[in-house]
């Protein structure tokens, strides 16, 4: 059973860089076949996606967020990480990382495994 | 890329059905067969009920079923149980164009 754990500061003053690393485990993230995610849910409202990345380090990010993102992987750790600079209370909210699964003709379309989320609130 | 429109709540009594609907555009939910289902308790993460449109992954229950007409996709879920009470959202691929997955608003279903 494939688990994911997000781990990372839960408060990060405005104009700072937030940081948090996705820790997969029951599945390996070097043996492809699935894209690594990232989500957000502001409190109160629904899911963003944020971007992936493959284990070979290609990345596609969300276009409205794209000049702030960073998703590296480090497959030696089976980790992927999310870097989102420049931030401001709007991007207060709970991040999920996420493994996007049934995939057909080299995309993905369902997020099939969750990690259990992490509240980031962006304060001085 | 707007958000896919829900209803924001639906109701039922145990046993009986509840449909949610979820609308998009030619873009997304009317482009492809790629709407996904998500059930989010409270404080939890969401759990995938249903992905390309009408199927069901391994261990989620037959009572939970979904359709496309369209550019708009619903979710059946019946039999209503207590633990169905949760919020469930829609998604879609919306291609490469923009962002290529786009979510629903959201709809709170109470189980009276």
């Known amino acids: 059973q494939v688990q994911l754990q997000e781990s990372g500061p839960g408060l990060v003053k405005p104009s700072q860089t937030l940081s948090l690393t996705c820790t997969v485990s029951?599945?390996?993230?070097?043996?492809?076949?699935?894209?690594w995610s990232w989500i957000r849910q502001h409190p109160g409202k629904g899911l963003e996606w944020i971007g992936y990345?493959?284990?070979?380090?290609?990345?596609y990010y969300n276009p409205s967020l794209k000049s702030r993102v960073t998703i590296s992987v480090d497959t030696s750790k089976n980790q992927f990480s999310l870097k989102l600079s420049s931030v401001t209370a709007a991007d207060t909210a709970v991040y999920y990382c996420?493994?996007?699964?049934?995939?057909?003709?080299?995309?993905?379309?369902?997020?099939?495994?969750w990690g259990q989320g992490t509240l980031v609130t962006v304060s001085s | 890329q707007s958000a896919l429109t829900q209803p924001p709540s639906a109701s039922g009594s145990p046993g009986q059905s509840v449909t949610i609907s979820c609308t998009g555009t030619?873009?997304?939910?009317?482009?492809?067969?790629?709407v996904s289902w998500y059930q989010q308790h409270p404080g939890k993460a969401p759990k995938l009920m249903i992905y390309e449109v009408s199927k069901r992954p391994s261990g989620v229950p037959d009572r939970f079923s979904g359709s496309k007409s369209g550019n708009t996709a619903s979710l059946t879920v019946s039999g209503l149980q207590a633990e169905d009470e949760a919020d469930y959202y829609c998604s879609s691929y919306a291609g490469s164009n923009n962002s290529p997955y786009v979510f629903g608003t959201g709809t709170k279903v109470t189980v009276l």
């Open positions: 996420a493994r996007l699964g049934y995939c057909s003709g080299g995309s993905c379309y369902s997020f099939d495994y």
């Open positions: 990345i493959y284990y070979s380090g290609s990345t």
């Open positions: 029951g599945g390996s993230i070097s043996s492809g076949g699935y894209y």
């Open positions: 030619s873009s997304d939910v009317g482009g492809y067969n790629y």
